[in-house]
C-alpha cells in the first residue's frame, strides 16, 4: 500500500517536472541617453528632439525584446516610477555602486543601459550615369553604445556597439509603393529608430539566447525565432558548432568557448513563434543546438543607376 502511494505521487510530480517552462528573466531597459555632443536633426520637416529620440528609442527597443518571448521585460513606466521614487540617475551609465540597487528595486535580472551617440541625415550626392544628372539622396545615421548588466552582480555580461544606416531611395526598392502612398516624413522617421531598435535588439539576443536550430532535415532547419524579431524571409545566417569552453586559468571565468562554422542558411518563412530555413552549405554538418548568426548585408554606395520617375528620398 506504501510502495503505491510513493508511486502515484510519483506519477503526479512527473507533468510537473517536464511540462513547466523554464523561468524567464527579468529585463529592464533603463532610458538611452542622447550624448551631449549630438544636436537635434532633422528628417525633411520633421524636427528629431532629444526627448523623441530618447524615449522612441527605448520604447521601441522595449516593444522588440518583448516580442522575442525570452524575458519579462519592464515597461518605461514602471522604470521611470521606481527610479523617480529612489531618486536614482538617468546618467549614461548606470552609476557604480547602483547597479545592484536598480536590480533589487526593479526585479529585474538584466539591466540595459546605454547612450545614442551618433544620430544624423545627411545628403548624399549620387550620379546618374544614363540621365547625367547628379541627385542628392538622404542617408540617416544612428549609432548607439550598450551594456547589459547582470544585476545579482553588478558584472557587465556584453558590451557592444551598434552602427544603423538607412538609405531613403533603397527603402523605395525594399518597401512597395502601396505600402509607401500615404506615408509622411514621420514614417521615415519611425522606421529609422525601428531598425536601430532591431540592430541592438539582435545584438543583445545573440549576446543571451543566439538563434539556433531546434530541428534538422535533409534540406532545411527550423529555428526558435519567430515573427518580429528581426528574422525576415531572405535573411541569410551562419551556422556554428560550439566547441569546448575556453577557461581563463587566472579567474577561472568562462571566456566563452570557440566556434567551428558548419554551414549557411537562408530564412525562407517566418512563423509566430518559430521560422524555416533552407541548407545552403554544409548539410549533414548542421545539427540540433547550433547557433545561427545573422549575415549583415552592406549597404553598396554605387547601385545601379536608373532615372526616378517617382518622387521621393
Not at 13 to 35: H, I
Not at 161 to 166: G, Y
Request: include cysteine.
Amino acid at each position: 500500500m506504501q510502495k503505491n502511494i510513493f508511486l502515484l505521487i510519483a506519477l503526479l510530480f512527473v507533468p510537473l517536472a517536464y511540462g513547466a517552462p523554464a523561468k524567464q528573466p527579468t529585463m529592464a531597459v533603463l532610458p538611452f541617453q542622447l550624448s551631449p555632443v549630438v544636436d537635434t536633426t532633422h528628417i525633411g520637416e520633421v524636427e528629431i528632439t532629444r526627448t523623441l529620440a530618447e524615449r522612441e528609442f527605448s520604447n521601441q527597443l522595449i516593444q522588440f525584446l518583448e516580442k522575442s518571448r525570452k524575458f519579462n521585460m519592464l515597461t518605461r513606466t514602471q522604470i521611470n516610477k521606481v527610479m523617480a521614487e529612489n531618486r536614482l540617475t538617468e546618467s549614461y551609465w548606470a552609476e557604480p555602486g547602483q547597479i545592484e540597487l536598480m536590480g533589487k528595486l526593479l526585479v529585474a535580472d538584466y539591466l540595459v543601459t546605454g547612450v545614442i551617440n551618433r544620430l544624423e541625415v545627411s545628403a548624399v550626392r549620387q550620379n546618374i550615369t544614363i540621365t547625367g544628372e547628379t541627385l542628392p539622396r538622404l542617408v540617416a545615421t544612428f549609432k548607439s553604445q550598450f551594456q547589459i548588466i547582470q544585476s545579482s552582480t553588478g558584472k557587465i555580461v556584453l558590451a557592444d556597439q551598434v552602427i544603423q544606416k538607412i538609405r531613403f531611395d533603397q527603402i523605395r526598392r525594399e518597401i512597395p509603393s502601396s505600402e509607401r502612398r500615404y506615408w509622411t516624413v514621420a514614417d521615415y522617421s519611425d522606421l529609422l529608430f525601428t531598425k536601430a531598435a532591431t540592430e541592438v535588439g539582435n545584438a543583445i539576443l545573440a549576446g543571451i539566447y543566439p538563434i539556433k536550430v531546434i530541428k534538422v532535415s535533409s534540406t532545411g532547419v527550423v529555428l526558435n525565432r519567430g515573427k518580429g524579431v528581426g528574422l525576415e524571409v531572405g535573411k541569410q545566417c551562419k551556422v556554428v558548432s560550439q566547441g569546448e569552453a575556453i577557461i581563463d586559468a587566472d579567474t577561472g571565468e568562462a571566456l566563452g568557448g570557440y566556434e567551428e562554422q558548419v554551414g549557411i542558411i537562408e530564412v525562407t518563412s517566418v512563423e509566430g513563434k518559430f521560422s524555416k530555413a533552407k541548407i545552403i552549405s554544409g548539410a549533414g554538418r548542421i545539427h540540433y543546438g547550433d547557433i545561427c548568426r545573422l549575415l549583415q548585408t552592406e549597404i553598396r554606395e554605387n547601385d545601379a543607376a536608373y532615372p526616378r520617375v517617382t518622387p521621393g528620398w
